[in-house]
């Protein structure tokens, strides 16, 4: 790879990593820190031992460039300290103006740190010259898949502000929810907000990703194949015709020296 390329690449990446990382910190400051100062609850030292493992887990994140880790392990960290204390999830805290605040800020970390990860993938070699399918126009077919892909996106974004803005801001649901637990309404709100997480990502990962495997995966018999493949290699035996093919082979090893030498 030229030097120069490099370089940029280089450059890229430390830019992707940076805008991860600032945006990640922006959730975590918005979610727990002012949060916890409003509450009064950083003097407890499980909340800071928490709070410090969902950016360390941030960090170990974007250092390994790991999707699951970005995508996943940051935002279910971030969940403890919430579960040590329900207080910085309480509906005095979080306003409609400040939830919508903070909502921008998590849609902004999970669609940058999505798109950003792009930058980790190795560049396509400069000798390799473009198919001239490429320059034909679109065809409809992929043009109307590409409208189901940005409407699952929309709906992936709607669906989880919906659900939150049920459990925390809904006149109705929380009057339910203090005739039913008078007194309890913060923790089973933030009970409520954690099954909310639990449901989506469910939802997320066998709904909307399961509408996309058929296109994610591609060929459906080429997939098949090399997944008996893998299997097979995961085994480390041969398969049964080796042994026949090596029976074979030294029959007909034995017969030629038989021959040669009868």
Partial sequence: MPAGIASR??????????????????????ILLLPGLYAGVWGDGRMVA?????????LIGVWRRSDVALLLGFPAALMVPVALHPAIASPA????ARLAV??????????????????????????????????????????????VYRALALLSLIFPLVMFY?????????????????GRILQ???????????????LYIWVFLGALKPHRTGDRDLVTRLALI??????????PVFYLAVAAALGLMTLLLYTRFA
Avoid at 50 to 58: D, E, F, H, N
Avoid at 93 to 96: A, E, K, L, P, S
Avoid at 105 to 131: D, H, I, K, N, Q
């Fill in 50 to 58: 928490a709070s410090l493992l969902s950016l360390a887990m941030l």
């Fill in 9 to 30: 690449l280089g450059n890229w990446r430390a830019f992707a990593d940076a805008v991860a990382v600032l945006l990640g910190f922006n959730v975590w400051v918005s």
């Fill in 93 to 96: 805290v979080y306003g409609t």
């Fill in 166 to 182: 049920a459990v925390n801001i809904h006149g109705d649901h929380l009057d339910q929810l203090r005739r039913m637990y008078p």
């Fill in 230 to 239: 893998e299997a097979d290699a995961r085994r480390g035996r041969p398969r």
């Fill in 102 to 147: 903070v909502a921008v800020g998590v849609v902004a970390y999970l669609f940058g740190a999505s798109f950003f990860t792009s930058f980790y993938e190795a560049p396509a070699p400069a000798g390799v010259r473009p198919l001239s399918s490429s320059r034909q126009p679109v065809p409809d077919r992929w043009r109307r898949r590409f409208q």
């Fill in 188 to 202: 089973m709100t933030v009970l409520l907000d954690l099954l909310v997480i639990l449901a989506w990502l469910a």
